[in-house]
């Protein structure tokens, strides 16, 4: 039998960060979420997910995996707020 290993809990990394470190402007994602969308979103709309202070709606944020290629990724929260905690064994 193996002995548990201690799970390590994935960073959190909010969509600016990724936006950034992609080398997009929020124009640039705006206009890439039409795309997908067909839908024109406001820049403060993208930038509210963003920051945290909104949560996507389904059809946002399915566009906003698909932009940033975070299809079949395993730790994507939509809403980090609520990101599950790891079990932990109290001894």
């Known amino acids: 039998m193996k002995a548990p290993q201690n799970r390590v809990t994935p960073p959190l990394v909010g969509l600016g960060h990724l ?3 992609h080398g997009y ?3 640039q994602v705006v206009e890439g979420v039409q795309v997908l969308t067909g839908k024109k979103y406001a ?3 993208i930038n509210a997910v963003e920051i945290g202070a909104d949560r996507p709606g ?3 944020a399915a566009a906003l995996i ?3 290629e ?4 395993d730790h ?3 809403n980090p707020r609520l ?3 790891p079990n932990r064994d109290v001894a």
């Open 76 to 78: 994507v929260y939509l």
């Open 19 to 21: 936006r950034r470190a």
């Open 66 to 68: 698909e932009f940033y």
């Open 43 to 45: 820049e403060g709309t």
């Open 70 to 73: 975070l299809e079949g990724a």
């Open 83 to 85: 990101v599950p905690t």
């Open 25 to 27: 402007t929020l124009r």
């Open 58 to 60: 389904p059809r946002l």
